[in-house]
Structure formats: structure tokens, C-alpha cells
């Protein structure tokens, strides 16, 4: 079992910028694949971006230049930069981590961007 707790959201103005953090349990965190979902209400959660274990990246089109997603291995942590900040980014965003059929999430955390 793995516990994900998510960090790092808040409130900002459009164009701001902001900083999640991931913080997993455990020693296996090197063996996930990793990823940032955000979900609206009544709307499905979708994929953000993720990391592979050995680091490949990837990207939603929408947040492709404005966000970027790290890892830390020694800390059991994953990051999610967000620049250049719009409305509609405003979500909760959630942690994932995955290996092979199994997915583990945070509890998310909310980011708001005022016009």
C-alpha cells in the first residue's frame, strides 16, 4: 500500500504561478510511473502529466509549455510546475502512482485562478 499527500495548492491570479508537491510512502516509489490528474465537478478527472520511472515526460496539449512535471527519487516526491496560470486550470489536482494494474491516488488538493 502506498499513501500519496498532495501539497501546494492554492489561490492565484491568472499568469501566477504555483507549485505542487506529491509525497509518497514507502521504498518503492522508484518503480511508479507517476502522474498529475485534475478533476472539476461533475466533469471526468483527466491526465495532467506524467513521469515515468527512468523520467520520460508527457504531456496534456493544453498545459504543454505552461507546466512541468519532476521527480525526486531520495525524497519520495513528485512535482508538478505550474506557470502562466489561466481560469481554467482551476481544478483539484490529484497524485497518482501506478505499476503495471495498480494505481494508488492522494487526496487532491485545490487550485483556484482568479481572473
Known amino acids: 500500500q502506498v499513501q500519496l499527500v498532495e501539497s501546494g495548492g492554492g489561490l492565484v491570479q491568472a499568469g501566477g504561478s504555483l507549485r505542487l508537491s506529491c509525497v509518497a510512502s514507502?521504498?518503492?516509489?522508484?518503480?511508479?510511473?507517476m502522474a498529475w490528474y485534475r478533476q472539476a465537478p461533475g466533469k471526468q478527472r483527466e491526465l495532467v502529466a506524467r513521469?515515468?520511472?527512468?523520467?520520460?515526460?508527457d504531456y496534456e496539449d493544453s498545459v504543454k509549455g505552461r507546466f512541468a512535471i519532476s521527480r525526486d527519487n531520495a525524497k519520495n516526491t513528485v512535482y508538478l510546475e505550474m506557470n502562466g496560470l489561466k481560469p481554467e486550470d482551476t481544478d483539484v489536482y490529484y497524485c497518482?502512482?501506478?505499476?503495471?494494474?495498480?494505481?494508488?491516488w492522494g487526496q487532491g488538493t485545490q487550485v483556484t485562478v482568479s481572473s
Open positions: 497518482n502512482a501506478k505499476f503495471v494494474a495498480t494505481d494508488f
Open positions: 514507502g521504498s518503492t516509489f522508484r518503480i511508479f510511473a
Open positions: 513521469i515515468s520511472s527512468g523520467g520520460t515526460t
